[in-house]
């Protein structure tokens, strides 16, 4: 420990310019802090001990996937961010990261793996695929569906897509999850029947359901060709699951048809795993305060975005 005469402190960074870089789905989960005297070192085996509060709400996140990051460099030092060698721990609301030396600090979430489901499908008396993880999703293979005993997966990519794409004219919003269904190209003697939970029914009017459809390109894995499948799409009467039928597997999902001219993004990545932690496409900070709701009565919060210089 520090001599009795030494004053340290502990600064919130406020400056997003110093924050530590992230890979795509890695999510900032603490503040940033800055730790002086910057310099100050510990043994090895006496570690000092930060103690950050994060946002995770994800009680069955393991630490393994916490990542606390050290950036060794002064107030008016060039950051230079690397992983601490010391596993960080959560306790309670508080995440303990262990550290050799005083400098600036933060903690990573990396990404969660996607949920996946596996079965054994026969020939002859079909069967059925589904996860836990995504109440609602279905997967029916009828008889002769295929012509031999196959093992298929599908993969729950929530909001996001297998591979980075941004498109400005892909203004259609997001409808269900996205999904990754395998053996990529396997076309089915008969259509199998695919139900998914379909997000914000009730909050959307004027607009249908359609099914887009990407198949795989072992030679282009940087980028997902997607187009409108066609497929019928029936929506049960709560408004809650779509079902639609496919002829081949590949990757999937449903986007909300809307008028050119009106830009909704619905996104629903975060209701299961993530549970509001999320890596969105803008730099943004919201809070809300709520009290508990009566039982006839709903809450929420309602966020604005532009982008700067345009309304």
């Known amino acids: 420990f520090p001599p009795a005469s030494l004053t ?3 600064d919130i960074v406020n400056d997003v310019s110093l924050y530590p870089p992230r ?6 989960i603490t503040p940033v802090v800055r730790v002086t005297p910057h310099g100050l070192t510990f043994p ?3 570690p000092a001990v930060l103690s950050l509060p994060h946002c995770l709400s994800n009680d069955s996140c393991l630490d393994a996937y916490l990542m606390p990051m050290c950036s060794n460099t002064g107030p008016h030092q060039v950051t230079s961010w690397e992983p601490l060698p010391l596993l960080a721990q959560r306790l309670h609301n508080h995440i303990i990261v262990p550290t050799t030396h005083f400098s600036m600090f933060a903690v990573l979430l990396l990404p969660l793996p996607y949920p996946t489901a596996q079965a054994i ?3 002859e008396e079909g069967g059925t695929l589904h996860t836990p993880e ?3 999703f279905v997967v029916q293979f009828p008889p002769c569906a295929l012509t031999s005993a196959t093992m298929v997966q599908a993969t729950v990519y929530y909001a996001d897509e297998p591979y980075h ?9 997001l409808a269900s999850t996205c999904l990754g269904l395998e053996p990529h190209g396997v076309v089915f003697c008969h259509p199998v029947k695919v139900s998914l939970p379909v997000l914000g029914s009730h909050y959307v009017v004027g607009a249908q359901l359609k099914v887009w459809c990407a198949p795989f390109n072992p030679e282009r894995t940087d980028v997902l060709e ?4 066609g497929s019928i799409v029936n929506v049960s009467p709560d408004g809650l699951v779509a079902t639609f039928e496919l002829k081949h597997f590949s990757f999937f999902k449903l986007m909300w048809t809307y008028c050119r001219d009106t830009v909704v993004r619905i996104r629903d990545g975060a209701m299961f795993v993530y549970k509001g932690l999320r890596n969105i496409d803008v730099n943004m900070s919201c809070q809300v305060l709520l009290s508990p709701p009566l039982p006839d009565q709903t809450c929420g919060m309602i966020i604005v975005g532009y982008k700067f210089g345009k309304p």
């Open 23 to 28: 890979k795509p789905r890695e999510i900032l």
């Open 44 to 46: 090895p085996s006496s």
């Open 226 to 229: 997607w187009a409108e499948l």
């Open 121 to 123: 499908i026969s020939p």
């Open 8 to 10: 340290c402190a502990i």
């Open 134 to 136: 995504l109440p609602g």
């Open 165 to 173: 794409t941004l498109r400005e004219e892909e203004v259609a919003p």
